[in-house]
């Protein structure tokens, strides 16, 4: 039995151009968004962009930088997106945010209602939500 004695490289997000993290990160963004027949004007506020940013975010005309924040909403929801299809079907896990829920979080909203009105923390929390559902944390 082989024992492993170096370490795992760490992977350093700083360690890249931002201009190039932001528009992998924004190109993901988009197609979780149009995964999730989301409009221009709820995917701007879930990635706490102008609407104009969005626009030219999503069609790959956009070379700007995003904050952390807005890093983390991203990830947060493209780990959602991966969640939902490791849960549910396809079809079901691209249609999840936009129907209505009965789960503790969401009172009979949506997650994409919760979402919007919650921001960041919001995000996370579903994202939580979708990760125990499925087993995990």
């Known amino acids: 039995m082989a024992i492993m004695t170096e370490r795992a490289t760490e992977y350093r997000l700083d360690a890249h151009d931002p201009g190039e993290v932001a528009r992998v990160a924004a190109k993901a963004a988009a197609r979780v968004m149009e995964a999730w027949r989301i409009g221009n ?3 701007a ?6 609407p104009r940013s969005w626009a030219r975010m999503k069609t790959g005309q956009w070379a700007g930088r995003m904050s952390h924040d807005q890093m983390l ?3 947060a929801l493209t780990g959602l997106y991966k969640a939902l299809h490791l849960y549910f079907r396809d079809d079901l896990a691209d249609r999840w945010v936009g129907l209505a829920n ?3 979080l969401f009172s009979g909203r949506t997650p994409l209602d919760v979402m919007q009105s919650g921001g960041l923390p919001a995000i996370l929390e579903i994202r939580a939500y979708v ?3 499925r087993g995990g944390v």
């Open 45 to 50: 506020v879930l990635v706490d962009v102008s």
């Open 41 to 43: 004007a709820a995917a």
């Open 73 to 75: 909403r991203v990830s």
């Open 131 to 133: 990760d125990a559902l």
């Open 102 to 104: 009965s789960g503790p």
